[in-house]
């Protein structure tokens, strides 16, 4: 079967639209790259945001239950005031002394397990995973990578080469391999982690046979292009010794689950009871600022800083820092952990309520406020699956309510609001959805 690369898109002459759309789309045809894709059927035009609404030049507000980036919501005034005075005094780099970037830094590595001591800062996620790569391969020796099947991990070359989600048009690295995850195989949870962890051992054995060498098991803890495939937790335990036993190195992205998003902790990898040797983060660090981070074991990046070099210009320059922190301080102090957990308690419930009513909800999957929800009727097949799922966003966008759709075959919710979403917003999302269900079941 093949797939589109972003099936909830745009395309010319599906949609009627205001002329003043209908403009601007020519226009950005006409200058922009071929690889710039619109989101929905009818594309969203928004001026302003703030917390977790969006604003369309008619000052119709969406709400957003899709944007991880702006983590504490949209424009936090909050950051946004540490970005401006930061930029009024002294945006510099890493190169120069400078107190904040120290205490930051401090204050960030002090929200890991006490193994994990030492960070170095990026621009973006895609670079993270790029560095960290590096760093394994040099402390390890090893070329191989083991990704999910389904995985992304970002942009740069070397990263895209491990990111199986981009499609067939992007060659994986002949040092890759992939393993599948043992929810979208319908593995019982009592056979979860020994199924993982054979898939595991045998990339091992494949990686050696051929003199690759393994030099990282790189996964994303909440397994979001996955389908968001979460439980049980702890099922990645048994890999995660395998890949050490070979002398590997254990990298978590943390991207899309770190900085509370799970509820229960600060980190995804957490929650599954390991600590791993490379953990990478990226722009909902800074709530949309590009910054982003490798934070690790002193071994291995002691050993690269030693004998390679990294220089990345506006990596951990003072205004990103200062977002950073700000954010940190924010979640740290509004006990924002907390709120997530109560808050995605009250949506999985709502929509367990939902699914218990209506047909259309194979499955729903959460950990905090990151759910993955399968969509199909009984007996339906993966086409028609995915044609509603995708049905099913778009009535919710022209309702005013903002998600898309994940995993392999693209017929999974992923909704993923900003942390700061409270009752009311899940409450209307709620309505929203069920409304929205009902009009594609009908």
């Known amino acids: 079967m093949s797939i589109d690369l972003m099936p909830n898109r745009y395309r010319p002459g599906e949609a009627e639209l205001p002329q003043r759309e209908a403009d601007l789309i020519a226009r950005r045809d006409a200058v922009l790259g071929a690889s710039y894709r619109l989101q929905y059927r009818t594309p969203v035009h928004f001026v302003r945001g703030q917390g977790m609404w969006l604003y369309d030049p008619d000052d119709r507000p969406y709400l957003d239950f899709y944007n991880n980036v702006p983590s504490l919501g949209h424009c936090h005034a909050e950051v946004n005031a540490a970005m401006a005075e930061q930029a009024g005094r002294i945006s510099a780099n890493t190169r120069y002394l400078e107190p904040?970037?120290?205490?930051?830094?401090?204050?960030?590595?002090?929200?890991?397990?006490?193994?994990?001591d030492r960070v170095v800062f990026t621009c973006t996620g895609s670079e993270s995973n790029d560095l960290a790569l590096r760093i394994a391969r040099l402390a390890t020796g090893g070329e191989g990578v083991i990704v999910t099947s389904y995985a992304y991990h970002g942009t740069s070359a070397a990263v895209a080469a491990v990111s199986p989600n981009l499609g067939a048009a992007v060659n994986l690295s002949p040092f890759v391999r992939m393993v599948n995850l043992p929810g979208p195989e319908h593995i019982a949870d009592a056979q979860a982690a020994d199924f993982f962890e054979a898939?595991?051992?045998?990339?091992?054995?494949?990686?050696?046979?051929?003199?690759?060498?393994?030099?990282?098991?790189?996964f994303d803890s909440i397994f979001s292009s996955d389908g968001v495939w979460i439980d049980p937790p702890g099922f990645i335990a048994g890999a995660v010794h395998a890949v050490r036993e070979a002398g590997g190195l254990i990298i978590a992205d943390e991207v899309q689950p770190g900085?509370?998003?799970?509820?229960?902790?600060?980190?995804?990898?957490?929650?599954?009871?390991?600590?791993?040797?490379?953990?990478?983060?990226?722009?909902?660090?800074?709530?949309?600022?590009?910054?982003?981070?490798?934070?690790?074991?002193?071994?291995?990046?002691?050993?690269?800083?030693?004998?390679?070099?990294?220089?990345?210009?506006?990596?951990?320059?003072?205004?990103?820092?200062?977002?950073?922190?700000?954010?940190?301080?924010?979640?740290?102090?509004?006990?924002?952990?907390?709120?997530?957990?109560?808050?995605?308690q009250r949506l999985r419930r709502g929509l367990d309520d939902i699914a218990a009513q209506m047909p259309g909800i194979r499955a729903i999957r959460n950990a905090g406020?990151?759910?993955?929800?399968?969509?199909?009727?009984?007996?339906?097949?993966?086409?028609?699956?995915?044609?509603?799922?995708?049905?099913?966003?778009?009535?919710?966008?022209?309702?005013?309510?903002?998600?898309?759709?994940?995993?392999?075959?693209?017929?999974?919710?992923?909704?993923?609001?900003?942390?700061?979403?409270?009752n009311e917003h899940a409450d209307q999302f709620l309505a929203a959805f069920k409304s929205a269900l009902a009009k594609v079941i009908a």
């Not at 904040?100 to 994990?116: N, Q, S, W």
């Not at 799970?262 to 990478?280: C, E, K, N, S």
């Not at 799922?389 to 022209?398: G, Y």
């Open 259 to 344: 900085f509370g998003r799970t509820g229960a902790h600060m980190w995804g990898f957490q929650r599954h009871g390991i600590v791993p040797d490379l953990v990478t983060l990226g722009k909902p660090m800074g709530n949309g600022f590009p910054i982003g981070a490798v934070v690790g074991r002193n071994g291995p990046m002691e050993r690269f800083g030693q004998t390679a070099r990294y220089s990345n210009t506006f990596a951990g320059n003072t205004v990103g820092i200062a977002c950073a922190d700000a954010v940190l301080t924010i979640l740290q102090r509004d006990r924002i952990l907390d709120s997530v957990a109560a808050v995605s």
């Open 100 to 116: 904040r970037l120290v205490d930051y830094a401090e204050k960030l590595v002090g929200t890991f397990p006490a193994e994990l």
């Open 199 to 218: 898939q595991v051992r045998a990339a091992i054995t494949d990686l050696q046979r051929r003199g690759i060498g393994v030099a990282a098991l790189l």
């Open 369 to 422: 406020l990151f759910f993955g929800v399968d969509i199909g009727l009984d007996n339906s097949l993966p086409a028609q699956r995915r044609a509603m799922a995708l049905d099913l966003v778009n009535t919710m966008r022209d309702n005013g309510v903002l998600i898309s759709t994940t995993s392999a075959n693209e017929d999974a919710l992923k909704i993923r609001p900003p942390l700061v979403c409270q």
